[in-house]
């Protein structure tokens, strides 16, 4: 019964943001700042919904000035409702083509400038990639999943090129950003608090770097972001 309502609740609660949002983003639209408000109308509430108590360790990411690439591991579709609470000032995200076609969601999500990628059409992939390096050097930071897909594993599956590429064309950094494993520990059905911990790590440098550079800059923040996710797996109780 509680995981019933507490759905319809979020589900509302989702509607009644995507409306707000829309305002907000019809008065000032794709402003590079509509992305982190729309964040966390989304996700304070949410969070106090489902019972999830944000422990925000972020001060590499919120120190760096906007003009980064964020990358994040991604589990699940309540992504949102966590990662939400620490969205940096200027920043948007990438996210594949369908979601522009969830009613209010993906309006507010083309209204926050965020990129839009059809991910079955190499060319115009291509194309919107081109883009975030004018975004980036605008002095906007692009939040990226460089897993490309949710995964709710105990090991992060294997980065896309993509985020490295934009960084070493742009001659920005990166700041990772990890996200203890929650989604198998959600219990909705319950109400006793969970917490999630979001730790960013210290940003690391791409100027002068190269398209050769690209595979050990993957190794190397890809193994970073999971020696801190093991790490916090041991901090939380698993009760």
Request: hydrophobic share 45%; glycine share 8%; charged share 20%.
């Amino acid at each position: 019964m509680l995981y019933l309502l507490r759905m319809l609740l979020l589900g509302l609660h989702f509607l009644l943001v995507g409306l707000v949002g829309l305002v907000i983003g019809l008065c000032r639209p794709f402003n590079p700042d509509n992305s982190r408000l729309y964040a966390r109308l989304y996700s304070v509430p949410a969070a106090w919904l489902m019972r999830i108590k944000v422990k925000a360790e972020v001060g590499p990411l919120h120190d760096q000035p906007p003009g980064c690439v964020i990358v994040a591991n991604h589990q699940s579709n309540f992504d949102l409702f966590i990662i939400g609470q620490v969205v940096p000032q200027r920043t948007v995200a990438i996210g594949k083509k369908s979601l522009g076609w969830i009613p209010l969601f993906g309006q507010l999500f083309w209204l926050g400038g965020n990129v839009l990628i059809d991910r079955n059409n190499a060319y115009q992939a291509r194309k919107a990639m081109q883009v975030t390096t004018g975004i980036l050097r605008d002095d906007t930071s692009i939040w990226i999943f460089p897993e490309g897909t949710r995964n709710p594993g105990e090991q992060l599956a294997p980065f896309k090129k993509g985020a490295f590429h934009m960084a070493i064309d742009a001659g920005v950094p990166i700041v990772p950003v990890c996200v203890s494993r929650y989604a198998k520990r959600l219990g909705l059905n319950s109400w006793r608090q969970r917490t999630v911990i979001i730790r960013s790590l210290p940003p690391i440098e791409t100027a002068g770097l190269s398209k050769q550079d690209v595979p050990a800059l993957i190794e190397q923040c890809r193994t970073q972001m999971q020696q801190c996710l093991d790490r916090m797996e041991t901090e939380l109780p698993h009760a």
